[in-house]
């Protein structure tokens, strides 16, 4: 992904923009998101409540840790779900015959959707990410990480990010192929969710199943930001997380970049 410093911003920017006035003229659409989140809070954090009065034991942290993890996975769907990523909107323009046009921008396409995808990842960050922890951490009891902890968070967010992208492009990339990704979407949507940790920390997962997710990247996008976040994953432990992010938006971006010179090779052979 290369362009001038100068282009890559005023990009960003511009896509930014773009995204506010798209939330702000589908007021109702927002708020029915906005209403979600708070739902889905409300009933996972009664789940592990109900659980806990059980087995006190039953994730092997404290309730307050456990609930603050799940809310933390439902406010963090809003920019980590695929649904926001720029597979459907290459997929709609391969079926209007129009991505050559994207293609051939003068602007490298994966950097191109990139900025789009980040443009309308801000806005949803801002406008229903924080608010929605803000009033979790009233509402719903959500722990305020340590200082470390809280860079750790971070810094695995932003890897967090770029790897779900790095995934939603290749599912883009294939729908220059297949044209219609939609079932293949649902699958991986499907794993997504069940291997990322997002609802049940991996940690809990028995045998087979722990070792599947290890090897997977899909905790890459949510078991390993929240688990530092609420400090299951601190000191070396959260260095190796991190380093186990990082070395899988290094393998994802080359084969990203593998499966594209390729797939347009193949678009440019037939014609597009």
């Known amino acids: 992904m290369k362009a001038g410093s100068g282009m890559d911003l005023r990009t960003g920017a511009a896509f930014m923009r773009n995204e506010f006035y798209n939330i702000s003229i589908y007021r109702v659409s927002f708020w029915?998101?906005?209403?979600?989140?708070f739902l889905m809070m409300y009933s996972v954090g009664y789940v592990w409540r109900a659980l806990y009065a059980s087995n006190p034991d039953a994730a092997g942290v404290s309730l307050s840790q456990m609930i603050s993890y799940a809310v933390l996975g439902v406010a963090l769907e809003a920019i980590l779900h695929p649904r926001n990523g720029p597979q459907f909107y290459i997929m709609e323009q391969?079926?209007?015959?129009?991505?050559?046009m994207d293609i051939m921008k003068p602007i490298d396409f994966q950097f191109y959707m990139f900025a789009k995808n980040m443009g309308g990842l801000a806005v949803r960050f801002l406008f229903l990410v924080l608010p929605s922890l803000i009033a979790a951490y009233f509402l719903f009891s959500l722990e305020l990480p340590g200082r470390q902890a809280f860079v750790g968070f971070l810094c695995s967010l932003v890897c967090s990010v770029i790897i779900s992208f790095f995934?939603?492009?290749?599912?883009?990339?294939?729908?220059?192929i297949t044209m219609d990704i939609k079932n293949i979407?649902?699958?991986?949507?499907?794993?997504?969710?069940?291997f990322s940790g997002q609802m049940?920390?991996?940690?809990?997962?028995?045998?087979?199943l722990g070792v599947i997710s290890d090897i997977l990247p899909f905790r890459c996008i949510y078991a390993i930001p929240m688990s530092i976040y609420i400090g299951n994953d601190a000191g070396m432990d959260m260095l190796g997380a991190l380093g186990v992010q990082v070395v899988w938006?290094?393998?994802l971006f080359v084969f990203s970049r593998l499966l594209m010179r390729r797939v347009f090779a193949r678009v440019m052979i037939q014609g597009g």
Not at 185 to 194: D, E, I, P, Q, S
Not at 200 to 208: M, N, Q, R, S, T
Request: proline share 4%; glycine share 8%.
């Open 185 to 194: 979407n649902w699958g991986y949507n499907a794993v997504l969710r069940f």
């Open 200 to 208: 049940v920390p991996l940690w809990i997962f028995p045998g087979i």
């Open 167 to 176: 995934l939603n492009f290749i599912l883009g990339l294939l729908s220059m």
């Open 32 to 37: 029915l998101k906005f209403i979600y989140t």
């Open 249 to 251: 938006i290094f393998l």
């Open 94 to 100: 391969v079926r209007k015959g129009a991505i050559e």
